[in-house]
């Protein structure tokens, strides 16, 4: 049975960091790459960052840029989001997403609230 599954959301301080996970089960992971989406309130989803299959690749939207750090450990079938100097603008639900050639997976998302 295929599973992704994020986990790390939480309400944080504008400024402050977390870090999100996404446990992947159920499908060759270091096969995939894979992706971060996230959807505002109100908003449509929209991709944040983005990882080769290998982690030798990395890419981003530009309001993350210099903030966010994606990363993955093939040997734990995890990938992470490292974010730091949160803005409440960045309050949305997280996804990743694993693109295969066939098939594409997604996690069902995690809360990020960025408020005082």
């Known amino acids: 049975q295929v599973q992704l599954v994020e986990s790390g959301g939480d309400l944080v301080q504008p400024g402050g960091s977390l870090r999100l996970s996404c446990a992947a089960s159920?499908?060759?992971?270091?096969?995939?790459?894979m992706r971060w989406y996230r959807q505002p309130p109100g908003k449509e989803r929209e991709f944040v960052a983005a990882i080769s299959s290998t982690g030798g690749t990395t890419n981003y939207v530009d309001s993350v840029k210099g903030r966010f750090t994606v990363s993955r450990d093939n040997n734990k079938n995890t990938m992470y989001l490292q974010m730091n100097s949160l803005k409440p603008e960045d309050t949305a639900v997280y996804y990743c997403k694993a693109l295969g050639y066939r098939y594409d997976y997604w996690g069902q998302g995690t809360q990020v609230t960025v408020s005082s």
């Open positions: 159920g499908f060759t992971f270091s096969s995939y790459r």
